[in-house]
């Protein structure tokens, strides 16, 4: 089955600074991917997605690139905030399943 | 409804009582799942229905577990004489149809088992 290798946390960052959350799959075929995210004490929601080799998926200063030749899907963000302290899960889907990583969390200091 | 509704929001059981969970999809949404999520783990998928036919349970871990969505809305996953190993938070979520601009998932119901 489809799998995903997230980079490790937590992640502890200043306001301000240059957030990347590295993420590589393996996957049968090309599936679509998608970051979700998780606020303390909330369920997953949408956060990006994109649906074909070099698609870029943007949300809320967010942003991740499909990259088919080294299956690849970083999230990147140029100026955190507190707000974005979370736990950020990349997955690529297979047909209707989801396969997700194991999270990394992060952690915006004011 | 405006999202998914998922309720108990907690329970904590004995080891050996059977639990019933409700996930309340948004309205008109044709494909219903359900997540199971380990403390510190990413989600793990368990089973999908497709209205009211579950397509895929592959992902259920024993068979005390079972779901099931008899008019095509309302789920309820049933956990029967729960063991330790079962607490987790479940997850649901549901989707218009197919599912590759992605899901919509509920807040999930935290099961302690004591």
């Known amino acids: 089955g489809d799998s995903v290798t997230q980079m490790e946390g937590p992640v502890t960052l200043s306001e301000e600074a240059f957030l990347t959350i590295n993420c590589t799959y393996t996957a049968t075929g090309y599936p679509s991917l998608f970051w979700y995210v998780q606020y303390p004490g909330e369920g997953l929601q949408l956060l990006l997605k994109?649906?074909?080799?070099?698609d870029k998926g943007s949300n809320k200063g967010f942003e991740a690139t499909y990259r088919k030749e080294t299956t690849s899907f970083h999230l990147e963000k140029g100026s955190v905030q507190v707000s974005d302290s979370a736990v950020y899960f990349c997955?690529?889907?297979?047909?209707?399943?989801?396969?997700f990583g194991a999270g990394t969390t992060v952690t915006v200091r004011a | 409804g405006a999202g998914v509704s998922q309720s108990p929001r907690y329970k904590v059981a004995k080891r050996g009582q059977d639990v019933a969970l409700r996930c309340d999809p948004i309205s008109g949404h044709v494909s219903l799942f359900w997540y199971q999520q380990a403390l510190g783990q990413g989600p793990e998928f368990l089973t999908y229905f497709q209205n009211e036919a579950q397509l895929d349970k592959s992902g259920l871990p024993s068979d005390r577990f079972f779901a099931e969505r008899p008019e095509g809305s309302v789920s309820t996953l049933k956990i029967q004489r729960t063991q330790q190993e079962d607490s987790a938070v479940y997850l649901c979520a549901s989707s218009r149809g197919t599912a590759f601009n992605g899901y919509t998932f509920g807040s999930g119901t935290r099961l302690t088992v004591v």
């Open positions: 997955a690529p889907i297979n047909d209707y399943k989801l396969s």
């Open positions: 994109a649906t074909k080799a070099d």
